[in-house]
């Protein structure tokens, strides 16, 4: 195997087994795992305290338990969440950081069902006032001060600089790693593209920076891939389960950019500089942009997307919708048009973690591909 | 002028609705600005700007129960809005689609020419508060960007600990300031303090009457039924910064309390049970609701959703302001939320629950199971849900309606005969 092969290898077995993820940190460090909740935690916090950070992103699954306590307009992710809350999944984590950015998080952080305590906090939403950066940071500031008397932990401002340091290079080499996946679509195919990115979510992060840093200069010193298929841009929450980009592949294409709150949009920016690094995080906040749940009365999204189809040269966006998000529903309508004005193609497919039959993905990706 | 003095508090209640609208009409005639608003979100400040108002989720609930929400839900449909969302955002932006399309080409569509609800103008500039739900970020962001207008927001964060840190109301407060300066370059003019603070007199002296109206129902038997707030909700919503708003919620409180004082009720003949209704109205059904709980004996004495309005403050405090908006229970924890519906049942002396499993509202609907639980433990009521949906009237069967209301009215039957059999 090839050392790409092998990185790709071992960032996928690990993002598709956070257990595991979990239990080796432990026994390297005798620390347990804190986990986060969409979206947008300040990850640097838990990591400060030496504890690992833990995504979590739902998974593909049959709803049943979760029934009695959601209708079935509740968004499919947190269907499985729920689901697998009530099966116990997430009760070795030592807490779970919960943010409240939509109406059903709201919700859903007044009922977890699990035994791990939950760390709630509101991310402002006029997020351009100077008013929302002191408040977030506040409520940085108690989300601290709970992580700290539950892990039994002092976390320094200085511990947390550092780690803010460590994720923003994480980032940096994450806005790296798409442009350079960009050019070989073929080795870095859909899937694979999707686990090195995941694989975040369970590792400490410089681990994972020092992989992906490797995997980039490997890549880099190939010759760029010829590519027949068709470039697109991933725009949604997320982009699972592998089925729907195992159709995106077998029908040629390749993703070159995404605005996924599961992907890029997590690394786009980095965290600014300065030195209260609770003021720093919120900070970062301020300064994102173009996803549905940081509001934005200019809705630069769309205008964003379409810097980025005209960046990486895609030949078309594919919305991924959740199925039942809101918060990307009413994004929806206004990227479409703007879409439409100006000459870019677009495809919507619907991402549905329980659904085990994709055969109307697979048509619509058909017929897609071959329009453009 | 129109003599007002000798109106019924019904009356009122037509005359000032439409008197609003005409209001915003003209205003729009004469070139001065409309504002297009979130129903809490604070009215204070373009009041004091002579702003002239509109409402839409009132007006989105007009459209409802006047049985013409499906022609312009179709128009949102069109436009890629998807029906997952909040039908009251769809009908508004469909709304706003054909106004838009009347401006642009100067032909009224004729779903426009059909609508039965009230005209209203476009905006000059919106304004909006997440203290009931985010959807009113998203659905203002693009009323916003689709008219090319200003937005001011009031965030007021979710409170998931109570009581509400002063962090949490300086912010808000900051953002009153900040809405003050957008206004002003809005309006092009300077920001009228004096106007200002009777206006916030004015907003506490007409809760301070909406509270009256909504305290009559604690009687047993009532002279209120709660289906009646749903209906005054209108000028709560969209008057309480004016007079009119005073005025009618005075009258009705009055009329209200003489009907006690003759011993006239609100349930003609005789109240059996008393019911809590948490949850919005289903505007399109409207009358099959009331009729089908009246049909059973069973009176509405108790929801908390007319208590969102409950926007106590000291005039002249911002912070004391930006608490009143904040503090709705739908912007605050499980056990918070649980502690005012717990205080309206009691207050209400009411018998069993009934939840609006609220097809468009994901806020309103997504703790109810947890918000029944606690509650029955501590009060022992019954209760049932239903599926409905607050405008969209294809998410609502009235058959399911009718057999859960028949099962909680068994249910509540027992329960009293139990009672008394003790
Ligand atoms: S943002 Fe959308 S997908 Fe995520 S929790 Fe909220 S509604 Fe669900
Ligand atoms: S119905 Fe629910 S989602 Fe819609 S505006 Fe009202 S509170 Fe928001």
């Known amino acids: 195997m090839s050392r790409i092969e092998t990185i790709i290898s071992e960032l996928s077995s690990i993002s598709n087994n956070p257990r595991k993820a979990m239990e080796d940190y432990k026994k390297e460090t005798g620390k347990g795992s804190v986990g986060v909740m969409p979206y947008?935690?300040?990850?640097?916090?838990?990591?400060?305290?030496?504890?690992?950070?833990?995504?979590?992103?739902?998974?593909?699954k049959s709803i049943s338990k979760a029934r009695a306590y959601l209708p079935p307009f509740a968004c499919s992710i947190m269907q499985s969440v729920m689901e697998m809350q009530l099966e116990g999944v997430y009760d070795d984590l030592e807490a779970v950081l919960f943010p409240v950015p939509c109406d059903t998080l709201k919700c859903l952080s007044q009922k977890w069902k699990g035994t791990s305590p939950v760390i709630v906090f509101t991310h402002p939403q006029n997020r351009k006032l100077e008013a929302a950066n002191k408040f977030l940071a506040e409520e940085y500031r108690l989300v601290r001060e709970k992580l700290e008397k539950i892990l039994s932990v002092q976390i320094s401002d200085e511990a947390l600089n550092n780690s803010i340091e460590i994720y923003n290079e994480n980032r940096q080499v994450m806005r790296e790693f798409t442009d350079i996946a960009a050019n070989y679509p073929n080795i870095i195919d859909p899937i694979k593209r999707h686990a090195i990115i995941k694989a975040r979510f369970f590792m400490e992060k410089s681990k994972h920076t020092a992989l992906v840093k490797e995997l980039n200069s490997a890549l880099k010193s190939l010759p760029v891939e010829a590519f027949t298929g068709k470039k697109v841009v991933l725009t949604g929450i997320m982009a699972e389960p592998n089925e729907v980009l195992d159709i995106l592949k077998d029908?040629?294409?390749?993703?070159?950019?995404?605005?996924?709150?599961?992907?890029?949009?997590?690394?786009?920016?980095?965290?600014?500089?300065?030195?209260?690094?609770?003021?720093?995080?919120?900070?970062?906040?301020?300064?994102?942009?173009?996803?549905?749940?940081?509001?934005?009365?200019?809705?630069?999204?769309?205008?964003?997307?379409?810097?980025?189809?005209?960046?990486?040269?895609?030949?078309?966006?594919?919305?991924?919708?959740?199925?039942?998000?809101?918060?990307?529903?009413?994004?929806?309508?206004?990227?479409?048009?703007?879409?439409?004005?100006?000459?870019?193609?677009?495809l919507f497919i619907e991402i549905d973690l329980e659904t085990t039959s994709f055969e109307q993905t697979k048509t619509r990706v058909q017929s897609f591909s071959e329009m453009l | 002028m129109t003599d007002t003095t000798t109106m019924s508090a019904k009356e009122l209640l037509g005359f000032y609705q439409e008197e609003l609208y005409e209001e915003a009409r003209q205003a729009k005639i004469e070139?001065?600005?409309?504002?297009?608003?979130?129903?809490?979100?604070?009215s204070e400040f373009c009041v004091a700007m002579d702003v002239a108002m509109i409402y839409p989720e009132t007006h989105a609930a007009g459209i409802g129960a006047r049985k013409g929400a499906l022609d312009v839900l179709e128009v949102a449909d069109e436009k890629g809005y998807n029906v997952d969302t909040c039908s009251y955002a769809r009908v508004n932006l469909g709304y706003m689609e054909l106004l838009k399309q009347e401006a642009l080409t100067g032909i009224t569509p004729e779903k426009l020419e059909k609508s039965p609800a009230a005209r209203i103008p476009l905006p000059d500039f919106v304004i909006t508060c997440n203290n009931i739900c985010n959807t009113l970020l998203k659905w203002y962001e693009n009323l916003a960007v689709e008219l090319n207008i200003p937005c001011i927001i009031i965030d007021v964060p979710f409170n998931h600990t109570m009581p509400i840190p002063q962090y949490a109301k300086d912010y808000i407060a900051e953002q009153f300031k900040e809405a003050i300066t957008q206004l002003e370059e809005i309006c092009g003019k300077k920001f009228d303090y004096d106007k200002f603070l009777k206006v916030q007199e004015q907003t506490q002296r007409s809760v301070a009457q909406w509270n009256r109206i909504a305290s009559l129902s604690s009687h047993k038997p009532s002279p209120l039924n709660g289906f009646d707030l749903f209906n005054y909700m209108a000028l709560i919503v969209c008057a309480r910064s004016k007079d009119y708003a005073e005025i009618t919620f005075k009258k009705f409180?009055?009329?209200?309390?003489?009907?006690?004082?003759?011993?006239?009720?609100?349930?003609?003949?005789?109240?059996?049970?008393?019911?809590?209704?948490?949850?919005?109205?289903?505007?399109?059904?409207?009358?099959?609701?009331?009729?089908?709980?009246?049909?059973?004996?069973?009176?509405?004495?108790?929801?908390?959703?007319?208590?969102?309005?409950?926007?106590?403050?000291?005039?002249?405090?911002?912070?004391?302001?930006?608490?009143?908006?904040?503090?709705?229970?739908?912007?605050?924890?499980?056990d918070n939320k649980v502690k005012v519906l717990s205080d309206v049942i009691s207050g209400g002396k009411c018998d069993g629950v009934i939840y609006h499993q609220n097809r468009s509202c994901k806020l309103m609907s997504f703790l109810n199971v947890e918000t029944a639980d606690m509650l029955q433990k501590e009060n022992h009521l019954p209760y049932v849900s239903f599926d409905g949906d607050q405008t969209d009237p294809r998410n609502f069967s009235p058959a399911q309606f009718d057999t859960r209301i028949q099962a909680l009215d068994e249910m509540m039957k027992q329960n009293k005969e139990g009672v008394s059999n003790e």
């Not at chain 1, 920016?269 to 994102?288: C, H, I, M």
């Not at chain 2, 070139?31 to 608003?37: D, E, F, N, T, Y």
């Not at chain 2, 009907?259 to 109240?271: C, P, R, V, Y």
Request: charged share 20%; with cysteine; aromatic share 12%.
């Open chain 1, 40 to 60: 947008y935690a300040p990850e640097e916090i838990i990591h400060a305290a030496g504890f690992l950070p833990v995504g979590i992103w739902g998974g593909q």
């Open chain 1, 251 to 346: 029908n040629g294409f390749g993703v070159v950019a995404d605005d996924l709150a599961q992907e890029s949009r997590l690394f786009r920016n980095d965290v600014p500089s300065g030195t209260d690094p609770l003021y720093r995080l919120a900070k970062w906040w301020q300064e994102f942009d173009g996803c549905s749940l940081a509001t934005d009365a200019k809705k630069s999204r769309g205008p964003m997307l379409m810097d980025m189809v005209k960046a990486s040269k895609a030949d078309a966006v594919v919305v991924c919708m959740m199925k039942f998000c809101d918060p990307e529903e009413f994004d929806y309508p206004i990227y479409y048009r703007q879409f439409e004005e100006a000459g870019i193609k677009s």
């Open chain 2, 253 to 334: 409180a009055d009329e209200l309390e003489e009907n006690l004082n003759k011993g006239i009720f609100a349930f003609k003949g005789n109240e059996q049970k008393r019911v809590t209704w948490e949850g919005i109205a289903v505007w399109p059904h409207l009358g099959h609701t009331f009729k089908g709980l009246k049909n059973l004996g069973n009176i509405m004495t108790g929801s908390a959703y007319p208590g969102l309005w409950n926007l106590t403050y000291t005039p002249g405090d911002m912070s004391s302001m930006a608490e009143s908006y904040t503090r709705i229970y739908i912007n605050t924890c499980l």
């Open chain 2, 31 to 42: 070139g001065k600005l409309v504002c297009w608003s979130a129903s809490v979100a604070p």
